[in-house]
C-alpha cells in the first residue's frame, strides 16, 4: 500500500514537472523556440510520463495478483496434503494476498483517476496558454499591421504634398 501511495506522490510529482520541463524544444533547429513548440514537448512530456507511470502501475498489479495466485496454490497444496494447521495458515495467507490485491486494484485506479486528471489539466492549461499566445501574436501582428497602414498613408500623404510643393 505504501508503494501505491509513494506511486501516486511520484505520478503527481511527474506529471507537474513535465509541463516545466526545460529540455531542448527547438524542433526546427533554427534557434527559436516557438510557443508552439513548447506546446507541443509539454504535451509529449505528459504523454510519456502517463505511459510510463501506467507501467509502474500495471507492475504492482501483475505482482500483487501474482501473490494471491501462489497463496491459492499454497491453500490447494495443503488441502491435498490434509494438514488442517497448513491449510489453516494458507487460507489466512490466501485471504491477505487477495485483500491486498484489492486494496492495490483500488489504489491503482485512484493513482490512474489523479494522474489521467492532473496529465488532462496540465495538457489544458498547455493548450490554453498556447492559445492566449497565439492570441497575444495575432493582436501584435494586427496592431503592427494598423501601424504600417498609418505610416503608409501618412507618407503617401506627405510625398503628395511634396509633390505638390514642386509643383508650385
Known sequence: ????????????ALTFSACNNTNSTDKNHDGDTTAGEHLDHAIESADQTTDELKADVNAELSAAELKA??????????????????????????????????????????????????????????KEAGQKTGEAIDNTVDKVDAKTKELSEDAKRKAQNVKEALEN
Not at 500500500?1 to 503527481?12: E, G, H, P, Q, Y
Not at 499454497?74 to 491486498?100: F, R, T, V, W, Y
Not at 483500488?106 to 496540465?122: L, M, Y
Open 1 to 12: 500500500m505504501k508503494k501505491i501511495a509513494v506511486l501516486a506522490a511520484v505520478a503527481c
Open 69 to 126: 495466485k501462489q497463496a491459492q496454490a499454497d491453500l490447494d497444496a495443503a488441502i491435498k496434503s490434509g494438514d488442517k494447521k497448513a491449510q489453516e495458515a494458507a487460507q489466512k495467507a490466501l485471504d491477505d494476498a487477495n485483500a491486498a490485491w484489492e486494496k492495490t486494484k483500488d489504489a491503482a485506479k485512484a493513482a490512474g483517476h489523479s494522474i489521467e486528471t492532473g496529465v488532462n489539466n496540465a495538457v489544458d492549461a498547455t
